[in-house]
């Protein structure tokens, strides 16, 4: 560990590039540090172990195997035994391991320079080394038992669906790291023929199956040498006499260049035998593919090569691509004459044997050059051996291609070659600003049709029409605007108006942005618009901000809320029309100033400021107006002042004024819960409209008066969280000003002034998430005791309008497949026997998903009410809750891959069809258009 930090001290202190970093932070392979779960539903938990064997593996082992439909069943049942099994290892030993690990990384906390003692680290590498074995040992189990099933010709083949997951195994973090050090053996040759249906004959598949064993047990004996290694670091460690020593005193100790020379030394002598396995490995890829290489046909043999040396010696075919698209387009075109493409075939075969020759030598040239470096190789501070050579391959395959594409040009002449390099109109002109026109200044989106007549299509191509289309963020048509109509997006609705601004039509938003399509002269601008706020991008991105006018919905909602009659509903919307010419007057004045700022070449720090006042008089103009249009209400409209619905809106606005931005800057305090504000969320959302039709009148008599009351039992948190919200931001807003570290000049804040940098934002950051917890947990509380006033019948929907608000990672449409089945149970093909099936999966799929969803929300709520040590990255109990959460997130997209599995076992081929979204196989996902269903 201090090795790497020293050298890593070493390298940003000498400006290195990042990209140099990486690989001597992979070359000194940290194995025992603070582990930070990944956010992936692929990985149940930790990124250092298998996750169990997969639904899709499993029904993808089935089709391999060939299975009649009495083997499935108990293949599934073996299945079903061994996930107990493995979730017994996962409570055991994996355990153990996490519990090792999270309380080291407690003990040692965030950017902290600390060694932890010998004695801990080595108890991290056996209960590592124990955790990987009992995988393996259940895998074994599982696959013995999966044998008894089969016919002998089954069982041959499950010997190579055997090896492929025991490989699988070091794939994690093992071969990536190996692959560092010599990127030849970056890729493993077997699956290729997979993902591409390369024919496979006997004498191919003796090779492949020869190869997987090798390939097996040089993954064996990696691993003994990792741990081998990992105690040598550990000896290093306690040679060079730095444990307990702090961050400033070892950025002095290895100031000296000669000590570090000495560490990059003992670095040289530490990766010898990593570096001598990777080669050993890399050589194995490349003396099989030259087996396969003779024994395949053209095509085949030309895929195999294309994958292995993209992924393995990728400076060896840099180019070929681009070649090979330039004679495809060239022998595309139409204007072709019969001696042109004769001539053009033939210069492509040559091409392609030239090519194929010299990218073999320039391979092997860089496997030679990989065989062995130095830390000062990885670093970049001397070159190779072999630098001459390689510069020479480099400069001769540019050359090769540069000519090839000359010499077609030459062979299409004058007339040809243009057109075959002429450039596609950019239809995208823009990916950021306002609408057509620019819209209005204001925090809603508005734009007009800019042509009259257009297509109904719902492509965004160009070519087929004239006007405006609206689509959402997964390229969905939405609407096309008609001649002179106007759109306003806000709260996830789109309204289009026409020319006298009557609304004509109204229109929800699944996604949370949009894009907007404009017809102009020479193509099409491209505008994406927030469909929550109705910002477009560069306003979201802006720096300069003015708080959210009240939303249009407003006036009608409050004027039901306050009981207004007829003539009090005209005050309010005339009210309501006065600030918003004022709020859009002001807006468009910031923006204007916005534009400005942004094109300045200003100091960085005088445009910081000069923004920062400007938001401040931004946010005390929309204070000032809102402050009198509250009492121009009560004036015109005779409403007392002290009216408690009164009261409860004007605090509304007050908490909207200040609302966070919940997404926090680089990525820090964007968990997966949201402060909501329950009188938004059960009276003013888009989301709730139905809410107040499906319960009582006495449910929302009960819900008024919590809701009246809510502000004095939410303003405190609430405020500290804004409070907190605000300085962390700042705190980040200087870290990014001062810490300038970038790839060149290495200019950077050290010694004191680091550490109070680290201080002050690791306290910030604490104090930003602490007050978000009393936030969320006040907002539970509140609920809770709303939900024990209300009747029983109206219990559930309240509860979730809330549920799914507050936490919106539980019900995720993409893992779940309840629409799925009930659409299956409505087919009117449906034989009784299916119908039997399906209605018995249906009761146990719909327990098992709930159950899932509840223990979500058991989750998000318990970390609301964690405690963490003031000043404290995590502590044992917050990693745990993030490890949970990976599993139950695995386990929930797990769900929803065996339902799918069961409707395919159940319905017919024809019937499937018939299902939206259901593929009619797991086997190669790309395939049917989704690399991942339900994937976060």
């Not at 060939?66 to 293949?75: I, N």
């Not at 243009?418 to 809603?444: I, M, R, V, Y």
């Not at 329950?678 to 008024?704: A, C, G, M, P």
């Not at 223990?855 to 709520?861: F, G, N």
Request: glycine fraction near 4%; aromatic fraction near 8%.
């Amino acid at each position: 560990m201090t090795l790497l930090r020293c050298l890593l001290l070493y390298a940003v202190g000498k400006g290195f590039k990042m990209h140099y970093i990486q690989q001597l932070t992979l070359t000194i392979i940290i194995l025992f540090s603070q582990f930070i779960v990944h956010n992936s539903a692929s990985a149940q938990s930790l990124p250092v172990f298998n996750d169990p064997i997969k639904v899709r593996e499993i029904e993808v082992m089935g089709s391999d195997l060939d299975l009649t439909a009495v083997q499935m069943q108990a293949f599934l049942e073996l299945y079903d035994l061994y996930l107990n099994d493995f979730e017994r290892v996962r409570k055991g030993d994996v355990q153990d391991f996490e519990d090792e690990l999270t309380s080291l990384a407690e003990q040692f906390g965030f950017m902290n320079f600390d060694i932890p003692p010998r004695e801990q680290l080595e108890r991290l590498i056996i209960e590592g080394l124990k955790s990987i074995k009992a995988i393996q040992r259940v895998d074994s189990l599982f696959f013995d038992e999966v044998e008894g099933i089969l016919t002998e010709n089954q069982r041959s083949l499950l010997k190579n669906l055997r090896t492929s997951r025991q490989i699988s195994s070091y794939n994690i973090f093992l071969l990536p790291m190996l692959s560092q050090l010599n990127s030849g053996m970056g890729i493993r040759l077997t699956p290729i023929f997979d993902q591409f249906d390369i024919e496979i004959t006997p004498e191919v598949e003796e090779i492949l199956s020869a190869y997987d064993d090798k390939y097996l047990r040089e993954c064996l004996s990696s691993l003994e040498l990792m741990r081998q290694m990992a105690y040598s670091l550990l000896d290093v460690i306690d040679e060079m006499g730095v444990r307990g020593m702090d961050q400033r005193a070892m950025m002095m100790q290895f100031a000296n260049p000669e000590r570090i020379e000495q560490l990059k030394a003992k670095a040289d002598v530490l990766i010898v035998p990593m570096q001598t396995k990777a080669h050993e490995i890399s050589q194995l890829n490349w003396r099989t593919w030259k087996q396969l290489d003779g024994l395949l046909p053209e095509d085949a043999s030309n895929i195999l090569r294309k994958q292995f040396f993209s992924k393995t010696y990728w400076s060896a075919v840099q180019g070929e691509t681009r070649v090979e698209k330039y004679f495809d387009r060239a022998l595309n075109l139409s204007a072709l004459s019969e001696d042109q493409q004769i001539s053009l075939q033939e210069l492509q075969s040559s091409f392609n044997s030239r090519w194929k020759s010299r990218s073999i030598k320039h391979a092997e040239m860089l496997g030679r050059d990989r065989q062995k470096k130095t830390m000062s190789m990885f670093l970049g501070e001397i070159d190779s051996e072999f630098n001459d050579e390689l510069m020479q391959f480099d400069e001769e395959r540019s050359d090769l291609v540069e000519t090839t594409i000359a010499r077609i040009d030459s062979i299409l002449g004058s007339d040809l070659a243009p057109e075959l390099k002429g450039k596609n109109k950019d239809w995208d002109k823009s990916n950021g600003g306002s609408a057509k026109g620019k819209g209005t200044a204001q925090s809603k989106a508005k734009g007009t049709a800019t042509t009259k007549g257009g297509s109904s299509g719902k492509s965004t191509d160009a070519s087929d029409w004239n006007g405006q289309k609206i689509v959402d963020a997964n390229d969905n048509f939405i609407v096309e605007l008609g001649p002179e109509e106007n759109y306003e997006i806000y709260d996830q609705t789109i309204t289009i108006t026409n020319q006298n601004g009557d609304a004509v039509k109204t229109l929800e938003v699944e996604t949370e942005s949009v894009f907007v399509y404009s017809s102009i002269e020479g193509g099409v601008e491209k505008n994406q618009v927030n469909a929550v706020s109705g910002r477009t991008a560069s306003e979201e991105n802006s720096a300069l901000q003015m708080p959210d006018a009240i939303s249009p919905a407003f006036p009608k909602q409050a004027s039901e809320i306050l009981k207004l009659d007829a003539s009090g509903l005209i005050a309010i919307n005339a009210l309501y029309d006065d600030y918003r010419d004022l709020y859009n007057e002001k807006y468009s004045e910031l923006r204007e100033i916005g534009i400005t700022l942004d094109e300045s070449d200003s100091d960085e720090m005088e445009i910081y400021k000069r923004v920062k006042d400007l938001n401040t008089q931004a946010m005390e103009f929309v204070e000032r107006l809102e402050i009198r249009f509250f009492e121009d209400l009560t004036t015109l409209t005779g409403i007392s002042n002290e009216d408690k619905n009164l009261v409860m809106l004007k605090r509304f606005r007050e908490r909207q004024r200040l609302s966070v931005d919940q997404q926090g800057q680089f990525g820090f305090n964007s968990d997966e819960t949201k402060a909501v504000d329950l009188v938004d969320l059960y009276l003013f959302s888009r989301k709730t409209q139905n809410l107040r039709t499906s319960i009582s009148s006495e449910t929302y008599s009960t819900l008024l008066r919590v809701l009246n009351d809510y502000h004095s039992n939410i303003d405190g948190p609430f405020r500290n969280y804004v409070e907190s919200s605000d300085k962390f931001k700042r705190t980040q807003d200087a870290m990014r000003m001062l810490w300038r570290t970038d790839g060149d000049s290495g200019a950077s804040p050290s010694g004191e002034v680091a550490d109070r940098m680290r201080d002050r934002w690791l306290e910030d950051f604490t104090n930003n998430r602490d007050s978000k917890r009393q936030y969320l947990l006040a907002n539970q509380e509140i609920v809770s005791d709303l939900l024990t006033s209300i009747n029983e019948n109206d219990y559930w929907n309240v509860r979730m309008v809330f549920i799914r608000e507050a936490y919106p990672d539980v019900f995720r449409s993409a893992d779940d497949a309840s629409q799925m089945i009930a659409i299956a149970l409505t087919l009117p093909s449906l034989t009784p026997e299916q119908m039997s099936q399906l209605k018995q999966y249906s009761e146990q799929y719909r327990f098992d998903y709930w159950n899932l969803c509840e223990d979500m929300i058991r989750l998000y709520e318990s970390n609301a009410e964690a405690q963490t040590q003031s000043n404290a990255w995590m502590n044992q109990q917050d990693m745990q809750r993030e490890i949970e959460k990976e599993t139950l997130r695995f386990q929930r997209k797990e769900l929803y891959d065996r339902a799918q599995l069961m409707l395919r076992m159940i319905l017919s081929e024809d019937q499937i069809k018939d299902i939206p979204g259901l593929r009619p196989s797991a086997d190669n996902a790309a395939k049917w258009g989704k690399e991942n269903d339900g994937k976060n």
